[in-house]
DNA sequence: ATGGCTGCGTCACGCAGA
């Protein structure tokens, strides 16, 4: 079974793109964030014809989650992370599909760092933390996957002494990152690939996919059982030279059955 | 250090992204 993501910066905009992608790799579920559309302007035909099922949680202008899968439609437990009923974003969209529960997140960027926005980031990881402790009380297979707008490590960074001030790397979100994983979660790619140079976003500015100066912050936590059944990971890189893609490239977990 | 690029909403820029 083959799971993605993919931050697409605008569901529509992006819809070429995203058909290509989906066609070319054929992954069983497909994570999207950032959808940048109202729930009416979600291009649902589009993905059935594609030979997905899809469940969203739409926003306009900003954020929007969605969980499509080709393996059954996902069965959708929640659409907002527990902890917050004032939190009006579209940033988490959770169902199970093929006996996996998964949580689709787009955790907030948090410039400019400190200020309202940056708190806002940490409490979402706080909530984040709480609901992921819940999930691994269950002892089920549960896979945390999205944007996480966070470089664990100064591996997942081109040039680690720019972003020092960054919320993206921040100590207290490096941290907060490092205690979610702590409580027994799985980074998929890094545990596969120790010690690599990997990114998923790369800026639309000064030519960075072509200087390869990127980021690492799309991320994949899986739960005990899935982690005894990740075969590979990987990044769909040449997705970001495409004409008209998104900053970030799609990634991939690759599991036994 | 700064600005650079892109999508969206509305229709000339402002906001947000990372």
């Not at 070319?24 to 649902?44: G, I, N, R, S």
């Not at 969209?93 to 529960?101: F, K, M, R």
């Not at 549960?142 to 972003?163: A, C, H, I």
């Not at 960075?208 to 990740?230: C, M, Q, V, W």
Request: net charge neutral; with cysteine.
């Amino acid at each position: 079974m083959k799971i993605a993501t993919y931050n697409v910066n605008g569901v529509n905009g992006r819809l070429p793109v995203l058909l290509r992608w989906l066609k070319e790799t054929a992954p069983d579920v497909a994570c999207l964030q950032e959808l940048k559309a109202p729930p009416e302007k979600f291009p649902e035909q589009a993905i059935t014809d594609a030979g997905y099922e899809a469940i969203w949680h739409g926003q306009k202008s900003w954020n929007g989650v969605a969980i499509l899968s080709k393996i059954g439609k996902p069965q959708e437990l929640r659409r907002a992370l527990p902890g917050d009923p004032d939190d009006v974003n579209s940033r988490y969209i959770e169902a199970t599909v093929n006996g996996i529960l998964i949580g689709c997140l787009y955790l907030p960027n948090g410039n400019p760092a400190p200020g309202p926005k940056f708190d806002y980031k940490l409490s979402w990881f706080k909530r984040l933390h709480a609901h992921a402790k819940d999930l691994l009380a269950q002892d089920i297979p549960v896979v945390l996957v999205g944007d996480y707008n966070v470089m664990p490590t100064e591996l997942d960074v081109y040039k680690p002494e720019s972003w020092v001030n960054d919320a993206l790397f921040l100590p207290e979100v490096r941290d907060a990152f490092k205690n979610l994983v702590a409580q027994g979660w799985t980074d998929a790619i890094r545990t596969l690939h120790p010690g690599e140079k990997i990114y998923t976003f790369w800026d639309y500015f000064r030519q960075a996919y072509t200087r390869n100066a990127g980021l690492r912050i799309d991320h994949f936590l899986l739960s005990p059982h899935l982690e005894k059944r990740l075969k590979a990971a990987g990044v769909d890189k040449e997705v970001r030279g495409w004409e008209k893609s998104s900053d970030h490239a799609p990634v991939w977990i690759q599991l036994d059955k």
